[in-house]
């Protein structure tokens, strides 16, 4: 089983519509979570953390659930600038970032 | 926001060839940077750790001789891929924290080399 496990997509969403990824880990033990966005053949750029009470920028919206071990992102009104692919990344106890594969996200007008 | 610079953003080189990639903290000391590697449709993938005046901190399966990580002040860190080969053709990322390490990762544009 991967650390961090991601479905991979692509998602093919309208524009305007919701759309919520979940990402999946597997050390109890991990502290700190985040996400990011990577568009294709670009560096990844940080989307937001993820805190245990949850949190919400705009119209991203992250959750944390340490009992199930799986964090997820919202989209709300979705636009073609969204597309891209979504990295869920996990901190261990020793600081070190676990990256999930992604999950390719394609906004159609 | 924090910016991590990178240069050169594309090398196309011969086959045993040297070739040095750099990461700047513009706006920021950063006493850790970190180095990445992403092939075609995977994870990023850590291949070492480069903490300031001291030596790297390889993971597994990285050879510290082939990639060597230099990090000589609070802003900046070099990776040199030594005597490159087609397979080491990859897109080359850095990363630097701001203050703890428990802090988020800010990225540099990357570097995208093809070894011919």
């Known amino acids: 089983r991967k650390e961090v496990e991601q479905d991979p997509g692509p998602f093919n969403v309208p524009e305007g519509a919701t759309v919520a990824f979940n990402c999946t880990y597997s050390n109890s033990a991990s502290q700190s979570f985040f996400w990011y966005r990577q568009d294709c053949r670009k560096e990844p750029k940080l989307l937001m953390s993820v805190y245990s009470s949850g949190n919400e920028d705009g119209r991203f919206t992250a959750q944390l659930n340490r009992a199930s071990q799986y964090i997820s992102l919202l989209i709300r009104d979705s636009k073609l600038s969204d597309s891209a692919t979504y990295l869920c990344v996990v901190m261990d106890s020793n600081y070190q970032l676990i990256w999930g594969a992604g999950t390719k996200l394609i906004i159609k007008p | 926001g924090a910016v991590v610079s990178q240069h050169p953003s594309r090398v196309i080189c011969k086959s045993g060839t040297s070739v040095k990639i750099e990461c700047r903290s513009l706006?920021?000391?950063?006493?850790?940077m970190f180095w990445y590697r992403q092939f075609p449709k995977q994870s990023l993938m850590l291949m070492a750790t480069s903490n300031e005046g001291s030596k790297a901190t390889y993971e597994q399966g990285v050879e510290k001789d082939k990639f060597l990580i230099n990090h000589a002040s609070l802003t900046l860190s070099t990776l040199t891929v030594t005597s490159a080969h087609p397979e080491d053709s990859s897109f080359y990322i850095c990363?630097?924290?701001?203050?703890?390490?428990?802090?988020?990762?800010?990225f540099g544009d990357g570097t995208r080399l093809s070894i011919l």
């Open positions: 706006d920021f000391q950063a006493t850790t």
């Open positions: 990363s630097a924290v701001v203050g703890n390490s428990n802090q988020p990762q800010h």
